[in-house]
């Protein structure tokens, strides 16, 4: 019989110190040189008496050393600790994923996403009226999983006959970016809301394809730019329940027709079942959540696609092309 430590399972300690050890940048500030804990809560402005008691937590979890008594150092969970900090970050997008837990049982009881009990607005609304959240989560977005966006988004590999992409909820343009810099004789565009697309001239001007590069500013429920041979859809589908879901879908089906192809990248899993604590999360933060690859087939199915084929990318993310019904 497993033995279960439920002690150890309902601990809201570690993770509160983590998050507040990230936010208040302390790896960063040993980096520098900051060693004691008074030089520490000096430079991370904050009381050094209850900054001593979450490092010395954390110490006892691992995260952390302390060689002599008040002397802190890095060890690599705490490298780690600040490397990953920005979807940790209690003062950006992080503190809102923290904070959005306390309305799991709201949800669990009506079905339906409570972030607007604890934050007044729903989700993408709450973005949208506080600009440094929504570059947090902007940022966040940009490293998806893997730090530098994979550009190989076709599972054939041919891009011989593709000459336009176009990236639908492509936020700063990141991925697109990649793409076009791998694929010189392709054109792209990035689709997504104006204030998050705003960014994208950066993005691709520091990636040297702003030549071939364009930005629009718009919804994705809204038609798409028609015509392009191949529209990616990278970790948007699991933001949103199945009826939006399947809209988003039918408008990459609308405009892809009658050749072009529909490329999903994320929010898919291939076998069994999705991760559970990243299905919760969409659940909790906007209604969404992780799908098997036959849900997602479904979808597809009643936005008008055909599920081509299936494959992964050189690093390791599970594609489902799709191809206009016709």
């Given at each position: 019989?497993?033995?279960?430590?439920?002690?150890?399972?309902?601990?809201?300690?570690?993770?509160?110190c983590?998050?507040?050890a990230?936010?208040l940048?302390?790896?960063?500030?040993?980096?520098a040189?900051?060693?004691?804990?008074?030089?520490?809560?000096?430079?991370?402005?904050?009381?050094?008496?209850a900054?001593?008691?979450?490092?010395?937590?954390?110490?006892?979890?691992?995260?952390?050393?302390?060689?002599?008594?008040?002397?802190?150092?890095?060890?690599?969970?705490?490298r780690?600790?600040?490397e990953?900090?920005?979807?940790?970050?209690?003062?950006?997008?992080?503190?809102?994923?923290?904070?959005?837990?306390?309305?799991?049982?709201?949800?669990?009881?009506?079905?339906?996403?409570?972030?607007?009990?604890?934050?007044?607005?729903?989700?993408?609304?709450?973005?949208?009226?506080?600009?440094?959240?929504?570059?947090?989560?902007?940022?966040l977005?940009?490293?998806?999983?893997?730090?530098?966006?994979?550009?190989?988004?076709?599972?054939?590999?041919?891009?011989?006959?593709?000459?336009?992409?176009?990236d639908?909820?492509?936020?700063?343009?990141?991925?697109?970016?990649?793409?076009?810099?791998?694929?010189?004789?392709?054109?792209?565009?990035?689709?997504?809301?104006?204030r998050?697309?705003?960014?994208?001239?950066?993005?691709?001007?520091?990636?040297?394809?702003?030549?071939r590069?364009?930005?629009?500013?718009?919804?994705?429920?809204?038609?798409?730019?028609?015509?392009?041979?191949?529209?990616?859809?990278?970790?948007?589908?699991?933001?949103?329940?199945?009826?939006?879901?399947?809209?988003?879908?039918?408008?990459?089906?609308?405009?892809?027709?009658?050749?072009?192809?529909v490329?999903?990248?994320?929010?898919?899993?291939?076998?069994?079942?999705?991760?559970?604590?990243?299905?919760?999360?969409m659940?909790?933060?906007?209604?969404?959540?992780e799908?098997?690859?036959?849900?997602?087939?479904?979808?597809?199915?009643?936005?008008?696609?055909?599920?081509?084929?299936?494959?992964?990318?050189?690093?390791?993310?599970?594609?489902?092309?799709?191809?206009?019904?016709?």
């Amino acid at each position: 019989m497993r033995t279960v430590d439920l002690e150890q399972l309902g601990d809201l300690c570690t993770p509160w110190c983590l998050r507040v050890a990230a936010t208040l940048r302390i790896g960063a500030h040993i980096e520098a040189g900051a060693g004691s804990l008074e030089e520490l809560a000096a430079a991370a402005r904050c009381d050094a008496d209850a900054l001593g008691r979450v490092l010395r937590h954390l110490v006892g979890k691992g995260v952390f050393e302390e060689p002599s008594p008040g002397r802190f150092a890095l060890n690599a969970v705490a490298r780690a600790l600040e490397e990953q900090r920005i979807g940790l970050d209690l003062d950006g997008f992080g503190g809102r994923m923290a904070h959005a837990w306390g309305t799991l049982l709201a949800a669990v009881r009506t079905g339906e996403p409570a972030y607007r009990d604890a934050f007044g607005r729903p989700f993408w609304d709450d973005l949208g009226a506080n600009p440094a959240i929504g570059d947090s989560f902007d940022a966040l977005m940009g490293l998806a999983g893997h730090g530098v966006p994979d550009p190989e988004i076709l599972v054939d590999g041919d891009w011989a006959a593709v000459r336009s992409v176009v990236d639908v909820g492509g936020g700063t343009g990141a991925l697109l970016a990649e793409i076009l810099r791998a694929h010189p004789a392709v054109r792209g565009t990035v689709v997504d809301l104006p204030r998050t697309v705003a960014r994208a001239a950066e993005t691709f001007a520091a990636a040297g394809v702003a030549d071939r590069a364009t930005a629009i500013g718009q919804s994705f429920f809204d038609p798409l730019p028609a015509g392009a041979d191949v529209y990616v859809i990278k970790n948007v589908l699991a933001d949103w329940a199945d009826r939006e879901a399947t809209a988003i879908l039918r408008r990459c089906a609308e405009a892809a027709r009658p050749a072009g192809r529909v490329v999903l990248s994320g929010g898919v899993a291939p076998d069994g079942q999705p991760s559970r604590s990243a299905d919760l999360l969409m659940f909790v933060l906007v209604g969404g959540k992780e799908r098997t690859f036959a849900q997602v087939g479904d979808l597809a199915a009643a936005a008008g696609l055909d599920v081509h084929t299936t494959g992964r990318s050189p690093s390791g993310r599970f594609l489902v092309e799709c191809r206009p019904r016709r």
